[in-house]
Antibody
């Protein structure tokens, strides 16, 4: 059974950098893309970025200038950094599994979510 | 970017009702569409993929249809546990984009 376990700081001040990590247990780490998705309170879902075990990445252009996604294959983990956060970045952040090709159905497994609040 | 537009944004329905939610893509996406259910405070759950394929373990009262730019999610007989928000997602091209969601509430 595949499980995604995520963690990271939950309270940030404006201009700080958001850092989250997600560990994958069970199943294969290679052969998939590993994604980050966020959801502001009371709002919809927004895909942020994804990475595979080789370090190949895809980004949402709306966030690309502030986002860095990285992978540690030795630990089956991947991480998200989002720089210069503002209140608009307050959201629940999820990690999730996607397939190797964009056309294959994604997000069959999700992390538990981490609420990140940006407030001075 | 591909825009996904759901309708309605919210609806009220009774247990036993047939419920239909529509998702329209700003350009053709073949059948590369998934539907997710999210209950308050919970992680989204995939219900349907490839427009009409039912995820394992999902009740058969859920069904999906459509191709190209117009898609529907149908709940044939709404159950109490189905009150939730539903999102469509296109997996045709990057960036991956979700619809804005449809909240199904109890009438």
């Amino acid at each position: 059974q595949v499980q995604l376990q995520q963690w990271g700081a939950g309270l940030l001040k404006p201009s700080e950098t958001l850092s989250l990590s997600c560990a994958v247990y069970g199943g294969s780490f290679s052969g998939y893309y590993w994604s980050w998705i966020r959801q502001p309170p009371g709002k919809g879902l927004e895909w942020i970025a994804e990475i595979n075990h080789r370090g190949s990445t895809n980004y949402n252009p709306s966030l690309e200038s502030r986002v860095t996604i990285s992978v540690d294959t030795s630990k089956n983990q991947f991480s998200l950094n989002l720089t210069s956060v503002t209140a608009a970045d307050t959201a629940v952040y999820y990690c999730a599994r996607a397939q190797w090709v964009v056309s294959a159905p994604p997000f069959d497994y999700w992390g538990q979510g981490t609420l990140v609040t940006v407030s001075s | 970017d591909l825009q996904m537009t759901q309708s309605p944004s919210a609806m009220s329905a009774s247990v036993g009702d047939r419920v239909t939610i529509t998702c329209r893509a700003s350009q053709g996406i073949d059948n590369y569409l998934a539907w997710f259910q999210q209950k308050p405070g919970k992680v989204p759950k995939r219900l349907i993929y490839a427009a009409s394929s039912l995820q394992s373990g999902v009740p058969s009262r859920f069904s999906g249809s459509g191709s190209g730019t117009e898609f529907t999610l149908t709940i044939s007989s709404l159950q109490p546990e189905d009150f939730a928000t539903y999102y469509c997602l296109q997996h045709h091209s990057y960036p991956r984009t979700f619809g804005q969601g449809t909240k199904v509430e109890i009438k």
